[in-house]
């Protein structure tokens, strides 16, 4: 299975993104689905993420302008990023956990400026 990451980009602040995360096939017994983001020098951590039955939890720094979403039959997971800052600026990845494996993008660039 593999996850392909896409809809990064430039964009000034204040702007809007909407990445997306497409599955190669269906995976089963999914524990969680979500999106992780690394800036230079830090470590990788957690932005929303999609719980089974339907939980969702943001970090601390999404305030309500980032939406996790899903849609089962394009087997595809999104992140709406609206009144972006300039430190949003980092690789985001997606995750999809199972119970067998963890599944991982590669990755795509988001860059705000100011």
């Known amino acids: 299975v593999q996850l392909q990451a896409s809809g990064g980009g430039l964009v000034q602040a204040g702007g809007s993104l909407r990445l997306s995360c497409a599955a190669s096939?269906?995976?089963?017994?999914?524990?969680?689905m979500g999106w992780y983001r690394q800036a230079p020098g830090k470590q990788r951590g957690l932005v929303a993420v999609?719980?089974?039955?339907?939980?969702?939890n943001y970090a601390d720094f999404v305030m309500g302008r980032f939406t996790i979403f899903r849609d089962n039959a394009k087997r595809t997971l999104y992140l709406q990023m609206n009144s972006l800052k300039p430190e949003d600026t980092a690789v985001y990845y997606c995750?999809?956990?199972?119970?067998?494996?963890?599944?991982w993008g590669r990755g795509t660039q988001v860059t705000v400026s100011s």
């Open positions: 995750n999809v956990r199972s119970t067998i494996q963890d599944y």
């Open positions: 096939e269906s995976i089963f017994s999914i524990n969680a």
């Open positions: 999609i719980g089974n039955g339907g939980y969702i």
